[in-house]
Structure formats: structure tokens, C-alpha cells
């Protein structure tokens, strides 16, 4: 029984935990939204990941063309037949040697290919830069747009709560007429029916929002549903005063995309002057030091002398007499480490000159193909010119059809406003039909719901033209 009441405890203590957390969440304003998607969007992130790839790789880039150098040390133990390193006779003994030198290597000119790479990756890194910026301006705008849509949603949820809510308290009127048995049966009976297809509209608005939320959370990266703050936009709807044409113009000054297409343009003629460096000559310079040690190294000090005999001999008066020799003795010592790195160092310093001959018309091939590139950035960028003049075009039309149906669609609710509080009096007091009542009221209620995704979409396609014009903030 205890354990039960604790379980029970526990389930009431998370419950309350869950609503007080949806409680204190701090609704998100549009700039909340966009600050938020700047800090977690995961293709903002991997885009600002290219462009550090990019700046590494023009770091490198000019860092090739400082000269190479590089040490070397190895130390061994060889058992068996072996050259020794100091004398370069055949031992067969156990040898530590050990070796070490330090190399230099510099281009000093192999056809400006270093120079036109790193000037190549310099443009390659703003290009990737400006493509970073443009990321950001996308996702302002996807954050914008799904915002609107989101408040789209919501303005349409409360309208079907409002239709459903009067169509309850004109089903308390004819309840207390079917209770009462008056007025038509039939009619108490299609009121039951429209309440229940109210509240299917509710449920559809209801995920539609539901929707649109998940959206905006998926750009913004957040782990949980959020709160959308309504009473600090201000929607301004007013006719726009600028022709598609001079949103594209602007659009040209403004928009990221553009300055980076150009660039990429550039940095694909710097790729041509690179592979045209491949039929000309490399010259470089190299120097070196170097030098090694050996155990079987050995020096001999002089310790004195004695008489030997050879072996040979002479004969004098018939009799043999052995031939000696005055013999040097000689006592051997092992050099030391620092010995002989000192005497056995060497130095090396040339010139190397390397002439392209024939290399199967891969440096040909190669120009050919970076001539290509140049090719395609250019068309990629006429494409972006064509493809943005066309969409402002198309969203600047339909953003005038939609305002003029915005317009349309205002007459239309005050005309079904007065239609529907006409008939609604009559039905009340049994004069018109319940067929009449429903009709205008449906008119009514999809008439605001009209007016309601005209005024958003109009003011979505305002918010694309603005995006162009470079007028959303970052």
C-alpha cells in the first residue's frame, strides 16, 4: 500500500513538474527564433565548417611557399655481417651506429604555381565566406516565412474556435427548443451535426499549427515544441511601392550569392594560370648537413717497440739465419659520440632544375578541363541571375493578385458578416429555415478563413521581395 502511494506521489509530482514547465516557457519572438537558428541550425553549422575548411586551405597555401626543412636521426644495433660506416670494411660483429642530418628544400620558381594556388585559395575561402553569409540569409528568411506560417496556422485555429464556440451557444438555443418541443426536430438535429464538424475543423487547424511549429523547430534545432509570442509582431499591411525590376536590382547589391558566384569565377581562372605552370621548368635549391656514428669506430695509440722475426731467413757460411724486424705496437680505443659527429660531418648545397618533356598531355588536359571550370562558374552565375530575376517576377506578381483578392475578400466578409446576422435574427425567431442560417454562416466563417491565408501569404511574399532587397536583418 506504501508503494502505491509513492508511485502515485511520484506520477502527480512529474505531472505538475511538466505543467509548470509549460508554464514558465518563455514565448519566442520572431528575433528569439532567428537568434536561436543562427546559434543551432545544423546546415548554417556545416556551411560555417566549409568555410573553415576553406581558410585552412588558403593557409596552406601560402605556407607552401616557404622552403621545406626537415631533420633526421636514426640509431640501430646490427648483428652479424655488416659494412662498418666508419671504415666501410665487412665486420662481422655487433655494431650500434647511428645517423643524422638536416635537410633544406626551396622552389624558387616553378611558373608562379604556388603563388596562383594560394591567390586561388583566397578567393576559393571569401567565395566560401560569402556563401557562409548567404546560408544565413536563407535561413532568416526560412525562419521568417515559417514564423508567418506558424501565426497563419494559429489566426486560423482561433477562428475555428470562434466558429465552433457560436455554433454551441446556437446549439443551447435549439436544444431548449427540442426539450420544449417546438420549432423543427430536424433542425436541433443539423446543429448537433455542425458542432461535430467544428470540432473536426479544430482538430484540422489544430495540426496544421501542430505542423508549422515542428518546422520551425526543426530550423531552429530545439529538442521540444516552443511557444510562439503573437502580441509583439506587428503586421503591417500595406501595398508594395516597388516594381519586381527594382527588386532586382537591389537584390544584385545585396545578396550574398552573387559576390560568391563572381568569385568562384575568379578562382577558376586562377586555376587555369595554375595548371599552366606544369609545361614550364621547376628550379629549387637544396642544401644539407649530415653525419653518423659507429661503434666498431676505432683509434690506436703507439705503446712501443720490440724485434720480431718475419719468418724469412738468410744464409751466411752455409748456415740459415732468421730475418727480424723492428715491430710498432699499437693499442686500440673506441671514438666517442661527440668525436666523431664532429669528424664524420658533411655538407651538401645544389641546384635542381626539372624540364617538363612529355608527361602523356597531362598538363594540356589539365588547362583544358580548368578552362571548363571557368566555363561552368560563369553559367552557374547566369543561371543564378535568370533563376532569381524569374522568382522575383513570379513573387512579385503573386503578391499583387494577392492583395488585390486581400481586397476582394474584405467586401466579401463584410457583405457575409451582414448576410449572417440577418439570418441568424430571422432563424432565431423561426422565421428562415435552418439551411439558410447554416449557408450564411459557412459563408461567413470561410470567408474570414480566406481573408485570413490571403493576408499571410501576401505578406510571406512581402517578406521573400524584402529578402531580396537585403532588407531581412541577421
Not at 531552429?220 to 532586382?248: G, H, W
Not at 563572381?262 to 637544396?286: C, D, M, N, Y
Not at 722475426?309 to 723492428?326: R, S
Request: some cysteine; hydrophobic content about 40%; proline content about 2%.
Amino acid at each position: 500500500m506504501t508503494h502505491k502511494r509513492i508511485v502515485i506521489t511520484l506520477i502527480i509530482l512529474m505531472s505538475w513538474a511538466g505543467y509548470t514547465q509549460n508554464l514558465n516557457q518563455k514565448p519566442y519572438s520572431l528575433d528569439d527564433c532567428i537568434s536561436i537558428a543562427l546559434e543551432n541550425n545544423l546546415d548554417l553549422k556545416s556551411a560555417n565548417l566549409r568555410a573553415n575548411s576553406a581558410k585552412v586551405n588558403h593557409q596552406q597555401s601560402k605556407a607552401n611557399m616557404l622552403p621545406s626543412i626537415n631533420g633526421n636521426f636514426n640509431l640501430g644495433v646490427n648483428n652479424g655481417r655488416s659494412i662498418d660506416p666508419f671504415t666501410n670494411d665487412f665486420i662481422n660483429q655487433e655494431l650500434t651506429f647511428s645517423n643524422m642530418g638536416l635537410s633544406l628544400d626551396a622552389t624558387i620558381f616553378n611558373g608562379f604555381r604556388l603563388l596562383n594556388a594560394a591567390k586561388q585559395n583566397y578567393l576559393n575561402r571569401k567565395a566560401s565566406e560569402l556563401e557562409t553569409e548567404a546560408a544565413k540569409q536563407d535561413l532568416v528568411l526560412n525562419v521568417t516565412l515559417t514564423y508567418l506560417q506558424v501565426l497563419n496556422s494559429k489566426a486560423v485555429l482561433d477562428l475555428a474556435k470562434q466558429r465552433y464556440e457560436t455554433t454551441k451557444k446556437q446549439l443551447k438555443i435549439q436544444e431548449d427548443f427540442y426539450k420544449n418541443e417546438s420549432g423543427n426536430p430536424a433542425d436541433y438535429a443539423d446543429i448537433l451535426g455542425q458542432v461535430a464538424n467544428d470540432e473536426t475543423s479544430i482538430l484540422v487547424s489544430e495540426s496544421n499549427l501542430n505542423s508549422a511549429k515542428l518546422r520551425l523547430v526543426r530550423l531552429l534545432n530545439l529538442p521540444e515544441n516552443i511557444q510562439i509570442n503573437t502580441e509583439l509582431m506587428l503586421l503591417d499591411f500595406e501595398k508594395y511601392n516597388r516594381s519586381a525590376d527594382e527588386v532586382y536590382t537591389e537584390a544584385l547589391q545585396n545578396l550574398a550569392t552573387f559576390k560568391a558566384r563572381e568569385l568562384r569565377i575568379e578562382a577558376s581562372k586562377k586555376g587555369i594560370s595554375v595548371a599552366k605552370s606544369q609545361f614550364t621548368p621547376e628550379v629549387s635549391i637544396f642544401a644539407g648537413v649530415n653525419t653518423n656514428y659507429s661503434s666498431a669506430a676505432e683509434t690506436f695509440s703507439e705503446t712501443g717497440t720490440s724485434i720480431v722475426d718475419t719468418g724469412d731467413f738468410v744464409t751466411f757460411n752455409g748456415q740459415d739465419l732468421p730475418v727480424m724486424t723492428e715491430q710498432t705496437s699499437f693499442s686500440p680505443q673506441n671514438i666517442n659520440f661527440k668525436d666523431q659527429l664532429d669528424n664524420n660531418l658533411s655538407t651538401v648545397v645544389g641546384i635542381s632544375v626539372s624540364v617538363p618533356l612529355f608527361n602523356g598531355f597531362r598538363a594540356k588536359n589539365n588547362v583544358a578541363l580548368e578552362k571548363i571550370r571557368v566555363e561552368e562558374s560563369v553559367l552557374e552565375l547566369e543561371r543564378t541571375h535568370l533563376d532569381i530575376k524569374n522568382t522575383i517576377a513570379q513573387i512579385h506578381f503573386e503578391m499583387e493578385t494577392v492583395y488585390n483578392r486581400y481586397q476582394s475578400l474584405l467586401k466579401q466578409v463584410d457583405a457575409y458578416e451582414e448576410s449572417y446576422r440577418i439570418n441568424e435574427i430571422r432563424f432565431n425567431n423561426g422565421i428562415s429555415n435552418f439551411l439558410n442560417y447554416i449557408t450564411s454562416k459557412n459563408n461567413l466563417d470561410n470567408a474570414k478563413v480566406n481573408l485570413t491565408n490571403a493576408k499571410y501569404d501576401y505578406l510571406l511574399r512581402v517578406k521573400v521581395l524584402d529578402f531580396y532587397r537585403g532588407n531581412l536583418s541577421i
